[in-house]
């Protein structure tokens, strides 16, 4: 990377955490809490897996191999078929780097965890596998979980990955999502958890909601990464959250979550400190 290159990457990188630091605070000052909520299935929701932050012994292994991978120096040659890093020009990334910027925090993957318990998911379907962390915590929650990597040699990593922690409910995809995936939806169960963590562009996030209504369950969750992490991917968490399918959105800022749940008369939309 030369240092011009290197340079534009920064004040790139630099320009859009500030952007979105500034959406966070007003998020932060503006977003709800359990007495903004009327609604019964959210209340419990909330109270049974949102707000629930003891430590439980399943997220254990998957915290020690995270502490593990942070620590490893180890280099991958990383096929982006998404919008791409705002923290690196190359396509050489350390192991350390890639869990450091693009994983979710713990807090994420023991929601997701929650949400697969409390939900009894039996089978998720994940469009991002990355190191795998999210996909150990679903995984370790007892479902069947179906996760595509666009990057074959992090797919390959991600499957040592799981077998260090002895998970064989894992089901790995690789390749183009908007090429594999309708072919996977048509092979598998219903889901009754998607996690959409990839490609973070508009229309692509639009048409992964598109294909996945095909398939799923009014009972189905679908979870959306990164929702405010560009202008294009606010667009497209409106889109979706305004289609006549879905019931009831939940803002978490960093992830939103769609419901089709029919027993919702109404459009309902919460934004919730998490």
């Known amino acids: 990377m030369g240092l011009d290159q290197g340079k534009n990457l920064l004040i790139v990188s630099f320009g859009h955490q500030a952007a979105l630091a ?34 439980l012994p399943a997220y254990a292994p998957v915290e020690a191999l995270r502490k593990q991978l942070l620590q490893s120096d180890e280099v991958l040659e990383v096929t982006d078929l998404g919008a791409g890093s705002l923290m690196s020009a190359t396509n050489r990334r350390r192991v350390k780097d890639i869990v450091r910027h693009a994983a979710k925090p713990p807090k994420f993957g023991q929601l997701f965890y929650r949400l697969v318990r409390y939900l009894n998911a039996a089978t998720v379907l994940e469009l991002g596998t990355s190191m795998g962390l999210s996909t150990a915590y679903m995984a370790s929650a007892g479902a069947a979980v179906h996760t595509i990597e666009g990057c074959p040699n992090i797919a390959e990593r991600a499957a040592k990955n799981f077998a260090s922690l002895g998970l064989q409910n894992i089901h790995p995809y690789t390749g183009n999502f908007d090429t594999v995936l309708p072919g996977i939806l ?18 692509p996030t639009v048409q992964y909601f598109h294909e996945c209504l095909k398939k799923i369950n009014t009972s189905a969750v679908l979870i959306f990464d990164d929702v405010h992490w560009t202008e294009g991917m606010e667009r497209a968490w409106e889109t979706i959250k305004a289609h006549p399918s879905v019931t009831l959105s939940i803002d978490l800022f960093f992830i939103g979550l769609v419901f089709f749940r029919p027993e919702f008369k109404e459009k309902q939309h919460f934004v919730l400190k998490f």
């Open 22 to 55: 500034k959406k966070f605070i007003r998020y932060y000052f503006t977003a709800g809490n359990r007495h903004d909520v009327h609604s019964p299935f959210v209340y419990a929701l909330l109270e049974e897996v949102l707000n629930r932050r003891e430590a």
């Open 186 to 203: 048509n092979s598998i169960p219903a889901p009754d958890l998607v996690y959409i963590d990839g490609n973070h562009r508009e229309e």
